[in-house]
T-cell receptor, first 112, second 115 residues
Framework: TQLLEQSPQFLSIQEGENLTVYCNSSSVFSSLQWYRQEPGEGPVLLVTVVTGGEVKKLKRLTFQFGDARKDSSLHITAAQPGDTGLYLCADRPIQGAQKLVFGQGTRLTINP | KAGVTQTPRYLIKTRGQQVTLSCSPISGHRSVSWYQQTPGQGLQFLFEYFSETQRNKGNFPGRFSGRQFSNSRSEMNVSTLELGDSALYLC??????????????FGPGTRLLVL
């Protein structure tokens, strides 16, 4: 059974600071996805990466996928209060199916 | 385009009762998946339906069941509720084409409290 480990579990920083959160898998990712979930809502997809070494940017968010496709990081530059939420990494381990395996998440709080 | 809708949004039940939750996917989406989210276990996959057929099932007891209708709407049922079933139940929909980068869209969830 694939296990996804995210670190840190909790992170609280001041507005304007930079931060990095990590996701490590016990096995090679098939299709790594990062989500953000806000209170009272379902997760919203931020990015999907499938190629080892891939780097994707989404405004102030930078996603890196390890060469061996077993780890990933999410870096946020100049964090804003609107970035507050639960950040989840996930994999789709079964080709052709929709099943997702999630990490426990990093709960991020950006203080004004 | 309307998003994934789940009803009800909140539910309070007592141990031993049963509950049915409903999910309406985005129009044109044929795949619906269900997840349970708890503080201790995080997000865990329950089951996935595509064109009225269960395609995958997670590691949950038989008290958890689901179905999908011809219009792609889905329901999940939990019988003989236990305190540990208190959770946020999330539904996600997608076209179901199975391509690697296909996006799943989550609903806001149904928060179930078992007393």
């Amino acid at each position: 059974t694939q296990l996804l480990e995210q670190s840190p579990q909790f992170l609280s920083i001041q507005e304007g600071e930079n931060l990095t959160v990590y996701c490590n898998s016990s096995s090679v990712f098939s299709s790594l996805q990062w989500y953000r979930q806000e209170p009272g809502e379902g997760p919203v997809l931020l990015v999907t990466v499938v190629t080892g070494g891939e780097v994707k940017k989404l405004k102030r968010l930078t996603f890196q996928f390890g060469d061996a496709r077993k780890d990933s990081s999410l870096h946020i530059t100049a964090a804003q209060p609107g970035d507050t939420g639960l950040y989840l990494c996930a994999d789709r381990p079964i080709q052709g199916a929709q099943k997702l395996v999630f990490g426990q998440g990093t709960r991020l709080t950006i203080n004004p | 385009k309307a998003g994934v809708t789940q009803t009800p949004r909140y539910l309070i039940k007592t141990r031993g009762q049963q509950v049915t939750l409903s999910c309406s996917p985005i129009s044109g989406h044929r795949s619906v998946s269900w997840y349970q989210q708890t503080p201790g276990q995080g997000l865990q996959f329950l089951f996935e339906y595509f064109s009225e057929t269960q395609r995958n099932k997670g590691n949950f007891p038989g008290r958890f069941s689901g179905r999908q209708f011809s219009n792609s709407r889905s329901e999940m049922n939990v019988s003989t509720l236990e305190l540990g079933d208190s959770a946020l139940y999330l539904c996600a929909s997608s076209r179901g084409a199975g391509v690697l980068k296909e996006t799943q869209y989550f609903g806001p969830g149904t928060r179930l409290l078992v007393l």
